[in-house]
């Protein structure tokens, strides 16, 4: 009886260690200390604005890039198509051209603005990001940026717009459309429309490089990102 009893006890502890060891090994933060986990996140987010954003600064970062080229709102879809029948092609061309240069100009301002997010990150918010599975870097970005962003957006956004002389081109077509007898005349709020679309580019492309390095081994280009993302593999 004793030995079955001995038995039995071994029997379970085995059970135990191997349960508990289970346990262990889904428990990600035991195998990397806290400072890693939150360094390997903000390393990852950190390449992903200076590789994706900083392509949006550039000369048609926006126009040629059909990820984020900003087109016109419904409001003045009408207003191109109507323009193109009346052989006014090249302003309309235009005129979408000057939106996108305003955004390019704009999303130069974004960068002190997600450095000073991703330096905020704390350990908990890391793990969160890590383990919260697909656009959760990005999604934290967009809630600690966005506000910020807007505000600094909109009057660079208006001021390239005098730059590049948009205000100018879209005074001249929206004036020639407005004067064709029998169209309901508009007068839309572009500054608005293309700072929250410059908004949307960022955040998309970041959504791009967060998605690369989560799936793809080959763009973990670090030791850091290989071991910190091998956690949520």
Known sequence: MK??????????????????????????????????????????LDFGIDKQVSKLTKTDGFFKNELVKIMLPDELQKVDKTLRDIGLSNLADEGLKV??????????????????????INFNDAKNILMGGDGAATQYLTSATETA??????PVIKSSFDKVGADDIWTTLINKYNSIPLVKKVNPNLTDY??????????????????????????????????????QD
Do not use: H
Not at 18 to 40: D, F, H, M, W, Y
Not at 210 to 229: D, G, N, P, W
């Open 99 to 120: 939106l996108n240069r305003a955004a390019e100009d704009a999303v130069g301002e974004a960068t002190p603005i997600f450095v000073a997010a991703v330096k905020g």
């Open 3 to 44: 030995r079955i009893i001995v038995l039995f006890a071994v029997s379970f502890q085995l059970i135990s260690c191997g349960e508990l060891q289970q346990v262990i090994n889904q428990l990600p933060q035991e195998s990397l200390g806290n400072t890693e986990i939150a360094s390997g996140l903000k390393q990852a």
């Open 194 to 231: 293309v700072t929250q679309e410059a908004l949307n580019g960022v955040y998309k492309m970041i959504a791009i490089e967060e998605k690369e390095i989560r799936t793809k081994a080959s763009s973990r280009t670090t030791a850091l990102l290989q071991k910190v993302f091998a956690l």
């Open 149 to 154: 962003l807007y505000s600094k957006f909109s």
